[in-house]
């Protein structure tokens, strides 16, 4: 069993920068891959960017490249989203993932395990 809680969310002006945290309990070989999704109102939940434990490979939707960066520290077991350049389009709920496999990282199929999410407001 895995559990996330996620904290960080807020409201923020366009051009602002935000940091996600997600923390992480539970088995490790559960949280092999972990991610970040987001639902805006009325919007299907979408990957925003991805990374593997074993070797930090990271994934991102071409709509946050160069914006967002995604970060994991196994120490604290702690996963990370550093937002910069933030825009209205941004506004959504994040929430946290975490899978076992991860052959397709940008999958939402792939995840097991949801955090409830935090709020994130561009405005």
């Known amino acids: 069993h895995v559990q996330l809680v996620e904290s960080g969310g807020g409201l923020v002006q366009p051009g602002g920068s935000l940091r996600l945290s997600c923390a992480a309990s539970?088995?490790?070989?559960?949280?092999?891959?972990m991610a970040w999704f987001r639902q805006a109102p009325g919007k299907e939940r979408e990957a925003v960017a991805a990374?593997?434990?074993?070797?930090?490979?990271?994934y991102y939707v071409d709509s946050v490249k160069g914006r967002f960066d995604i970060s994991i520290k196994n120490a604290n077991n702690t996963l990370y989203l550093d937002m910069n350049s933030l825009s209205p389009e941004d506004t959504a709920m994040y929430y946290c993932?975490?899978?076992?496999?991860?052959?397709?990282?940008?999958?939402?199929?792939?995840?097991?395990?949801w955090g409830q999410g935090t709020q994130v407001t561009v405005s």
């Open positions: 539970g088995y490790t070989y559960n949280r092999n891959c």
């Open positions: 990374i593997r434990r074993g070797d930090l490979s990271e």
């Open positions: 993932a975490a899978a076992g496999a991860s052959r397709s990282p940008l999958n939402r199929a792939t995840y097991s395990y």
